[in-house]
């Protein structure tokens, strides 16, 4: 089924009817299948104000109605320049996420040009994401298994080699939507393909420019409906001898080729990587609106204890998506009216990784409520339900949750309530909170139970995955598999979010300048933006994470209200915790 959408669409005079026209029944790459079926213009006002876009699907349009009209009478009141225009996109079975997303790219450029002040935007429902491929030619020294549980298996315990291998960097990557002016299209491909992959064994030490090695495996990956940005070009020849036996590999990194995805003027930076030029952000309650099966509830509508032999507890709630959607809405604009400046405290917890108590307190100085590491889910919910504007959350993470140090199961459920999650005891499915893992079930069980305070926060999520949405690989965004309770989501909509800044890859960064950015009195998504900007200028790709961390960036994204700010005083600095 196709969405309609609602834009929020800043443009002066007769350029709107002009660009909607052109933008009508728009198939860039003349398959038949219409990215963007239909655009019109619902309204032609604007003022000299940078411009937001604000795009709502139409089957939540009627049911947003009041919430977006208060949306965008808060988006002016801020500054920004909102109008309205209703479209419509592809959201059909053909995995083709990213083909439509640069439709929707390609709408952004031409407001771009014909609104120069063009800011961002903001996403509100289901809308196609872009997942991103990176390769590298990562040269190591360590231990390494060639051909591993086969009949040819050979172990290296410390030597070097060369790892050309294409990875899943970034199950979502708002970079792409963001950057207007990259090569983004000549990146992207829909098909499903196998990538080569390659790794060579040096034991006298890898040459500048590759050569011959004898011990090699070939490691390609397979992925579909993709940007691929292609950092590891290689040229491979096999060697052979006179029975045309493969004895070896001619092996050259190329290099030189790298950066096919930056515009000239981003190529031409310190650390040549692609950035933003607006800013975007999406408010997506589809992936965590889930019910449990009506067996698994009394006639009060709580869990109990059933027998049953069901595997899938839970089916999509598209009125829960409406209730958290106009619940997120109410504490963004009571957010914006100062009704929580008195909770402007910083707030960290950290399980696994190191405590970000000092990193945090970069944008909010004074006392705050910090926690572990270690960390216990009984701290987690503890440090929930104390009030914190800005809270940074470290603890190791998949795309579902973070897990922390094992709790006192009935400690853990005496201050949750009834948990809304089910363990299977034999022949029985009983409600529990089992798991060590913050994620859907537990911040659903908060939520259901009125356990944290009438609040609002920012969060800092610096676990692996903690906004990578499942199913990324395999589904078309619209599936009801894609993003299915995720955590970051989950984090957003049941415990009081406003925004949350996350990782969509395995890795060991955190974005530089964030905090100092919010202390300056920029926006979520512009403090996101200061990430791109320091990683840029690096003289040394050592201050990058070395080569494959030159690009860690890419790897983060906004889920939330970009355009929200700490609040300031009249002087126009943030206030300390203490300050009130």
Request: net charge negative; proline share 5%; glycine share 10%.
């Amino acid at each position: 089924m196709t969405p309609w959408i609602l834009v929020s669409l800043i443009l002066q005079g007769d350029g709107l009817a002009d660009l909607c026209a052109k933008y009508s029944h728009y198939d860039p790459n003349g398959d038949g299948i219409v990215e963007i079926e239909s655009v019109t213009p619902l309204e032609m006002q604007g003022k000299d104000a940078p411009v937001v876009l604000v795009l709502v699907e139409d089957r939540l349009r009627e049911h947003l109605t009041t919430a977006m009209a208060t949306y965008l009478e808060d988006l002016e009141a801020d500054g920004w320049d909102a109008r309205l225009v209703s479209a419509k996109l592809y959201a059909g079975e053909r995995h083709q996420d990213g083909r439509t997303l640069l439709a929707l790219r390609a709408f952004f450029q031409e407001v771009r040009k014909t609104a120069p002040r063009f800011a961002g935007a903001v996403l509100v429902g289901s809308f196609p994401e872009a997942q991103l491929v990176r390769s590298y030619n990562r040269r190591k020294k360590g231990k390494i298994t060639l051909q591993e549980k086969t009949a040819r298996e050979k172990k290296f315990e410390d030597v070097e080699f060369v790892a050309s291998i294409p990875e899943l960097v970034a199950h979502r990557c708002e970079l792409i939507l963001s950057d207007l002016d990259g090569r983004w299209e000549e990146r992207y491909f829909e098909t499903r393909q196998r990538l080569a992959g390659l790794i060579g064994i040096f034991p006298d030490g890898v040459p500048p420019r590759g050569g011959e090695c004898k011990d090699f495996e070939w490691r390609p990956r397979v992925y579909e409906d993709f940007f691929f940005v292609n950092d590891g070009r290689f040229d491979a020849a096999e060697i052979l001898d006179e029975k045309d036996q493969v004895v070896g590999l001619r092996y050259e990194p190329l290099d030189k080729f790298e950066n096919g995805e930056c515009s000239e003027r981003d190529g031409k930076s310190n650390n040549p990587l692609a950035r933003p030029d607006i800013f975007v952000s999406r408010i997506n309650a589809r992936g965590v609106a889930f019910r449990p099966r009506a067996e698994l509830l009394d006639e009060k509508g709580k869990p109990r204890r059933v027998g049953s032999s069901a595997k899938d507890l839970w089916e999509q709630d598209p009125a829960l998506e409406r209730r958290l959607l106009l619940g997120y809405f109410e504490r963004n604009h009571r957010y914006r009216r100062g009704e929580f400046e008195n909770d402007l405290k910083a707030a960290s917890i950290a399980h696994g990784l190191g405590s970000g108590r000092g990193s945090v307190a970069k944008a909010i100085s004074g006392e705050g409520n910090h926690v572990g590491p270690p960390a216990t889910l009984v701290d987690l919910v503890k440090w929930l339900s104390r009030p914190a504007l800005l809270r940074d959350f470290r603890a190791h993470s998949d795309r579902w949750g973070s897990v922390f140090a094992k709790s006192d199961v009935a400690e853990l459920e005496s201050i949750c309530g009834t948990p809304w999650a089910w363990t299977r005891k034999e022949e029985e499915l009983v409600p529990s909170l089992s798991s060590s893992k913050a994620d859907f079930y537990l911040y659903r069980t908060l939520w259901e139970n009125g356990v944290l305070p009438d609040s609002a926060s920012f969060y800092y999520h610096t676990g692996c995955e903690s906004i990578s949405p499942a199913h990324s690989q395999d589904r078309p965004y619209n599936h009801p598999d894609y993003g299915r309770m995720q955590g970051g989501e989950a984090l957003l909509f049941y415990a009081e979010g406003l925004a949350v800044v996350g990782r969509a890859k395995v890795f060991y960064d955190a974005p530089r300048g964030f905090y100092e950015a919010l202390a300056d009195g920029k926006t979520f998504g512009e403090a996101w933006g200061r990430y791109f900007e320091i990683e840029s200028a690096a003289k040394k790709v050592e201050e990058v994470g070395g080569g494959i961390g030159r690009k860690r960036s890419y790897f983060w994204s906004v889920i939330g209200d970009w355009t929200l700010r700490l609040p300031r005083r009249e002087n126009g600095s943030v206030p300390s915790g203490g300050d009130r």
